[in-house]
């Protein structure tokens, strides 16, 4: 039998590499960092979510090591069963202060998250509206749960308002979306909706993983960043970008959303513990945040130079002021070859090409890092520059 389907998963896969949309997987021999090893050579890392740099940041290993030695290496469990420790608790507690949020429930990640709250809240009595250009966890996780599905167009507030109104009728109305598109490095306008949820008595998701621990005057996320903390019912995000790199997922919410997601959430349910090892780091990355603003603000001022230099040098890169910063190609061939180019130059991106985005829109993302010097982000400009000949 598989010799047929051999077959026909080869030609496929030889469409997309014929169509230049291969993603081969480069191998790093040194620890994630501003710069690291790739093929024997080392090279700038400009692709990475390491926001904050603290992916190897020496406090963070140390307290990592520290938890090996006090709870283990892992709980060999879910949470309900003997799956929780401490740790777990500390944990879900001082995220939920730092988030202003009611009470937090760890994930393995947020796609879990992402994929856990939907089916739990909501069926077909109900009505989810999402932004069009949310992240796939998202998108799966609504596919997962018979909840009625409307669709806007990204950030549209007036299409936004023309989905809840033809969701009147639902019991319940959750829009959702991204705090940070992660492909175009926009905000979403989080006050508007708002307005719109509380003008026709809809709950507000919002999708933190790209803001939490450097947005908002004490890196609070996007609903500190514009001033709605409390007008927000649930922040999903995750521990595997700014805040450590490593892995792990959370849902901080209103506190009868969390019990419910605790008795009912299927990812939370029969899914092993975060390890205590990822639990413990990550306190002390909240010990970080909560005592320095010093990395956020040296990612401000990377972001802000590389993004002058960048249009000075006629570069076509989306508008705004996040970190993350798409180089628009256009053809996805060309944005492979031209991420290759300069990965000779010692500037390690990736090209992004469908169906990561749409066909004809591909682009290198760049993402800056607090572990980047002036150096660093100056060099990674001129190489673009001879990059592109």
Known sequence: MFTNVREQLRTTLDEITEAGLLKPERVITTPQSSSVSVAGREVLNF???????????????????????????????????????????????????FLGMEDTVLYSSCFDA??????????????????????????????LSKAQRFRYANRDMAELEARLKEASEARRRLIVTDGVFSMDGYLAPLRDICDLAERYDAMVMVDDSH????????????????????????????LGKALGGASGGYVSARKEICELLRQRSRPYLFSNSLAPVIASASLRILDLLETSNEAREQLRSNTARFRSEMTRAGFDILPGDHPIVPVMIGDAAEAAAMADRLLDLGIYVIGFSYPVVPHGQARI???????????????????FIQARG
């Open 211 to 238: 803001a939490v621990g450097f947005v908002g005057p004490t890196g609070r996320g996007t609903p500190e960043l514009h001033g709605v903390t409390d007008r927000i019912d649930i922040i999903t995000g995750t």
């Open 114 to 143: 992402n994929g856990g709250v939907f089916e739990t809240l909501l069926d077909a009595q109900d009505a989810v509206i999402s932004d069009a250009l949310n992240h796939a966890s998202i998108i799966d996780g609504i596919r």
């Open 365 to 383: 993302r760049v993402q800056l890092s607090a572990a980047h010097s002036e150096e660093d982000v100056d060099r990674a400009v001129q190489a």
């Open 47 to 97: 692709c990475a979510n390491n926001y904050l740099g603290l992916a190897d940041n020496p406090t963070v290993v140390e307290a990592a090591k520290e938890a090996l030695d006090r709870w283990g290496f892992g709980m060999a469990s879910v949470r309900f069963i003997c799956g929780t420790q401490e740790v777990h608790k500390e944990l879900e507690t001082r995220l939920s202060d």
